[in-house]
């Protein structure tokens, strides 16, 4: 019961994939990039606690608080330099 059946196996040259012009291949790449770099932003603002793009900015700085700076070491896998963190309060003296 096989039916005859057009042999498919060779793509000829009118089927094969092509890109239609540079500038579509330029396009698509500009936008999956910016695509790709919003939701890592986001990822990174938007979690139990919602932050802003200062606070960000803030933490890379050094300069954030406490609360924002654990936030953003348990969320970002790599943490600015240990020098350029939020020190810790001195202790208090004897």
């Given at each position: 019961?096989?039916?005859?059946?057009?042999?498919?196996?060779?793509?000829?040259?009118?089927?094969?994939?092509?890109?239609?012009?540079?500038?579509?291949?330029?396009?698509?790449?500009?936008?999956l990039v910016l695509a790709l770099?919003?939701?890592?932003?986001?990822?990174?603002?938007?979690?139990?606690?919602?932050?802003?793009?200062?606070?960000?900015?803030?933490?890379?700085?050094?300069?954030?608080?406490?609360?924002?700076?654990?936030?953003?070491?348990?969320?970002?896998?790599?943490?600015?330099?240990?020098?350029?963190?939020?020190?810790?309060?001195p202790s208090p003296g004897p």
């Amino acid at each position: 019961m096989a039916a005859r059946a057009r042999d498919t196996a060779g793509a000829l040259p009118t089927e094969r994939l092509r890109i239609r012009s540079r500038a579509t291949f330029v396009v698509t790449t500009a936008v999956l990039v910016l695509a790709l770099v919003g939701v890592t932003i986001a990822g990174v603002l938007i979690g139990d606690s919602k932050l802003l793009l200062g606070d960000v900015l803030n933490w890379t700085q050094g300069r954030s608080g406490q609360a924002i700076t654990f936030v953003l070491d348990t969320r970002v896998p790599v943490s600015p330099p240990p020098s350029s963190r939020a020190r810790p309060s001195p202790s208090p003296g004897p």
